[in-house]
């Protein structure tokens, strides 16, 4: 009998760890998300594909990896300085990710290789070639 009470405690202290580490995924994402909409993008860092999600805000466009507890992003870029490669048929087929387009990112000398759907690929095309909310909204003449 004692057996099965400590096979419970143990049985139950493992689904409250499981319940607590989704707990922490979902908090993460809603503060992420705070900040404006979000895609899917895989990053190429270092040769090899990471899943992501893409946070894109007034001036920057912020990545964060699929699953961890960081809530900043690991790559950001800016808005105007940005400049978005053709689209071209990706390496690989992320999961989840319907009609998967390749895009190089540059920024300055950096160069990033990203995989996005082509629906988010033509917002975030639109939203790199847009002046910011309130550029020119006062004129003087």
Known sequence: MGEL?????????????????????????????????????SVNRDGSWHAGMASVGVTTISWFPLFGVRL????????????????????H???GMGDPVLVAFEQGAQSTDIVVGRSAYTAVRSWSESAPPGLNANPIA
């Not at 689904?15 to 922490?24: E, H, M, R, S, T």
């Not at 503060?31 to 899917?40: D, K, Q, Y």
């Not at 900043?72 to 390496?91: C, K, M, S, Y």
């Open 5 to 41: 009470v400590v096979t419970g405690e143990i049985l139950g202290g493992l689904l409250l760890c499981v319940a607590l580490a989704l707990g922490i995924l979902v908090m993460r994402r809603r503060h992420i998300a705070r900040s404006g909409p979000m895609v899917l993008m």
């Open 72 to 91: 900043r992003p690991t790559h950001e870029w800016q808005r105007g300085q940005l400049v978005l490669g053709a689209p071209t048929e990706p390496p």
């Open 93 to 95: 087929r992320p999961t």
